[in-house]
């Protein structure tokens, strides 16, 4: 008897956690970022200025890689055509 | 188109929650349109070469995975940029990001396959570009399919109703990335072709008497 009502009584704590659980207010202490007080929220033009000038920059440096590539197998090229033309003398 | 594309989106309206960081989204996008189209000229170009032993393919596909990787720190670097404004955060690890960068390493993985892997790598690679190409369908869709903090594919695709202007600029900003990410890989298509020539010369001085 005893220990049928022990087993009832964990049961419905166990089946109520969830409903109570489910009922608990919001976390408190909890602030959307854009209720922040302006000196604690982010400016935003950094970022945005930061990704557009990201974009420009790694664009620049990559045609900058390619042209160093194309000149550096045009410059082999123009090598190998001379040492071509002395072997063929 | 690339360089006027600031222009447009300075006079695009500003969103109403995120304002000023919002316009971040123009680039973006369009970074991400240009990542796609790139892996898929890498992987259609690399079942090319695999699969009939055209050498053009190869070309193409090596072009496509440099710009692949190209447009794809575009996108992540845009998009953590505008995330540590918009969710406080400069990374987070969701389907959706996580994905993008597994398919951005596999891109990377291709190049040094392509450079360390020695005789036969450009074989190997070309199934690295198949199976990277692969990922795409999934990393647009893993918005929709699981829970993840990135919005979902239906912004998009709802903001010409909402928002025409703003869809104007983002539809700008795509064209000219598009037509950059043409530009780019006829240039990087045109170094493949020269390199190609080179070693052929190589291969004829080494073959003469």
Redesign the interface.
């Known amino acids: 008897m005893t220990r049928g009502l022990c087993v009832a009584i964990v049961f419905l704590f166990l089946a109520g956690a969830p409903v109570l659980a489910g009922q608990q207010p919001a976390t408190e202490g909890f602030v959307p970022a854009s209720e922040l007080p302006p000196d604690q929220q982010l400016p935003a033009a950094p970022f945005l200025i930061g990704a557009y000038a990201f974009i420009w920059l790694a664009l620049v440096f990559y045609l900058w890689t390619i042209w160093r590539r194309l000149g550096k197998v045009e410059q082999e090229m123009r090598a190998l055509d001379e040492r071509q033309r002395s072997h063929a003398r | 188109m690339f360089a006027y594309a600031?222009v447009v989106i300075a006079n695009t309206r500003y969103e109403s929650?995120?304002?000023?960081?919002q316009?971040?989204f123009y680039?973006?996008f369009a970074?991400w349109m240009a990542w796609a189209a790139a892996i898929g000229v890498c992987g259609i170009a690399s079942a090319v070469y695999l699969f009939r032993a055209d050498p053009r393919g190869d070309r193409l596909a090596v072009a496509g995975a440099e710009l692949a990787i190209?447009f794809g720190?575009?996108g992540l670097?845009?998009g953590s940029?505008?995330g540590?404004?918009a969710w406080?955060v400069w990374w987070q690890w969701d389907a959706r990001l996580t994905m993008a960068l597994m398919a951005e390493l596999i891109f990377v993985g291709y190049l040094l396959v392509r450079k360390y892997g020695g005789p036969g790598a450009e074989k190997l690679a070309a199934g690295m570009g198949i199976f990277g190409a692969a990922t795409t369908p999934f990393i647009y869709k893993s918005v929709d399919w699981w829970r993840t903090i990135h919005p979902q594919t239906s912004v998009v695709r709802n903001l010409g109703e909402t928002a025409p202007d703003m869809y104007g600029a983002m539809l700008f900003c795509t064209v000219a990335f598009l037509l950059?990410f043409a530009s780019?890989l006829t240039?990087?298509v045109?170094?493949e072709s020269?390199?190609a020539?080179?070693d052929r010369?190589?291969l004829a001085?080494e073959d003469?008497p």
């Not at chain 2, 929650?17 to 960081?21: G, K, Q, R, Y």
């Open positions: 600031p929650t995120m304002f000023l960081v316009k971040i680039f973006h970074s190209l720190a575009f670097v845009t940029l505008w540590r404004k406080g950059l780019l240039v990087r045109h170094l020269r390199r020539e080179l010369l190589y001085l003469q």
